[in-house]
């Protein structure tokens, strides 16, 4: 049995704050040790007691900084790692002029691994442990990214994109062919070490109708896998997506009507939603996923995301990279803060952090396995440096509470805040721990 123990600060969240003074919704510990058996929490609690338990296991002393749940990341796409910063477009010339020619080269197995590895190395230098990602429509990008998330022992969601229409040839496949790939991925991925795949028709617009009762069957042939896809991101998208699906009463009911909302979706964007498609969210569970950075780097609108917590809908928090702008959740709950202050709604720092770990990880169906420092869940594990930079220690001098520390962290920090981060236990900075191969 491999044991470590970490000590620090520590800052784990039972559920979601409902404002900033609600302490009973975290535990948070000056002076805390964490312990961990072969990559699972084994217990926390203030140093001394911890440590009473397990006096002979080698300490990781990460004092003063923070320990908390690793980031997760609840949409984004492996294949735009050379796609971010692209400049001048609104979301149908961006995704034809930057992202469909990028994306064909992932038809090629060594680009796959290479961009693979790439991929996960900004994930874990950003502090993110596990999200869910879209693939190419090829099934090589598919393996590399599985392959490379079971070589680091990454809690992983993915999946092969559908795509049989609007897109050029080489990033298409047919009903027939995607399914089947999909059957394969499902088989050789699925629920094997942390992985899990993920249904991706990529949206209305490139899978005909043909495609979404293929994506219908998968869903219903496989509920345990999580299916994923883009909503109401952009106005020129959805009008396109209304003539392509005359008979749908609105953009959702594209996916309703096929069967495809159910509590393991993830709906990205779900910016410009007509009444009934709140209600219809509400009612099956689906997850829209707020995406700020890209929502505004594209142009595209708003989160509504009172509108929906009202309505009972839990939205997750993601980055959307390539349109979004940064590998880093901390970037993003910025982001996030500033689109609720142009609607006059708020998010407390302490609400910013939860929904990057515990309450992403709710969104998923994970939380029993990721999001919370718990004991049985997995090691995923960020250490957190809120004085990492000068400009971020200068404004740190005048910190006076937790609350303000973490909002130094959410609108100054990035991966340079990131001090460590621990996969499965395993430490992915510090030279002694590194799993062989990491390229950094
Ligand atoms: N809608 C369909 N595909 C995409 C994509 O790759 N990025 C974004 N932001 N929206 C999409
Ligand atoms: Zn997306």
């Not at 470590?4 to 520590?10: E, M, P, V």
């Not at 969240?13 to 409902?18: I, L």
């Not at 399914?179 to 949206?203: C, Q």
Request: charged fraction near 20%; charge should be negative.
């Amino acid at each position: 049995m491999t044991q470590k123990l970490l000590r620090g600060r520590l800052l784990t969240f039972h559920r979601a704050p409902q404002d900033g003074s609600d302490t009973q919704a975290y535990t948070y510990l000056e002076d805390a040790g964490l312990l961990i058996s072969d990559g699972i929490i084994q217990g926390s609690g203030p140093f001394d007691s911890i440590l009473a338990k397990a006096p002979d296991v080698p300490i990781t002393d990460h004092r003063p900084h923070l320990m908390m749940a690793g980031f997760i990341d609840t949409h984004i796409h492996f294949p735009q790692v050379q796609v971010i910063a692209s400049w001048g477009s609104q979301l149908l010339d961006w995704l034809n002029n930057y992202t469909f020619p990028e994306e064909t080269r992932f038809a090629c197995e060594d680009h796959s691994h290479r961009m693979a590895q790439a991929f996960f190395d900004q994930l874990v230098a950003h502090g993110t442990t596990s999200a869910a990602a879209y693939c190419s429509v090829h099934k090589t990008s598919a393996d590399a990214f599985f392959s490379e998330a079971t070589r680091r022992n990454m809690r992983m969601l993915g999946g092969k994109v559908l795509m049989d229409r609007n897109a050029p040839a080489d990033l298409l496949d047919t009903p027939q062919k995607g399914y089947d790939e999909t059957k394969a991925l499902i088989s050789e991925w699925h629920s094997k070490g942390r992985n899990g795949y993920v249904i991706t028709p990529r949206f209305g617009i490139t899978s005909s109708p043909e495609q979404m009762e293929t994506a219908m069957a998968l869903g219903a042939e496989h509920p345990d896998c999580h299916i994923q896809t883009h909503l109401s991101e952009n106005k020129d998208e959805i009008a396109f997506t209304r003539e392509l699906y005359p008979q749908a009463r609105d953009y959702l009911d594209v996916y309703q009507s096929y069967g495809l909302l159910r509590d393991n979706t993830l709906l990205g964007h779900a910016i410009h939603l007509e009444p009934r498609e709140v209600d219809a969210l509400a009612e099956t569970g689906a997850h829209p996923v707020f995406c700020p950075t890209s929502n505004l780097f594209l142009g595209s609108g708003l989160f509504d995301h009172r509108n929906l917590t009202a309505r009972g809908v839990q939205s997750g928090i993601a980055t959307d990279v390539g349109a979004g702008t940064s590998y880093s959740m901390l970037q993003t709950l910025k982001e996030g803060y500033k689109v609720l202050q142009l609607q006059g709604q708020s998010m407390h720092p302490l609400q910013a952090f939860d929904w990057a770990t515990r309450g992403n990880a709710n969104v998923l169906g994970l939380e029993d396995k990721i999001g919370t420092l718990a004991s049985g869940t997995e090691a995923d594990v960020v250490i957190l440096n809120s004085s990492a930079t000068s400009a971020m220690a200068l404004r740190m001098e005048r910190a006076e509470s937790l609350a303000e520390e973490l909002f130094v962290l959410q609108i100054m920090g990035d991966d340079r805040a990131v001090e460590e981060v621990y996969v499965s236990g395993v430490a992915q900075k510090a030279c002694q721990d590194r799993p062989a191969g990491v390229v950094r």
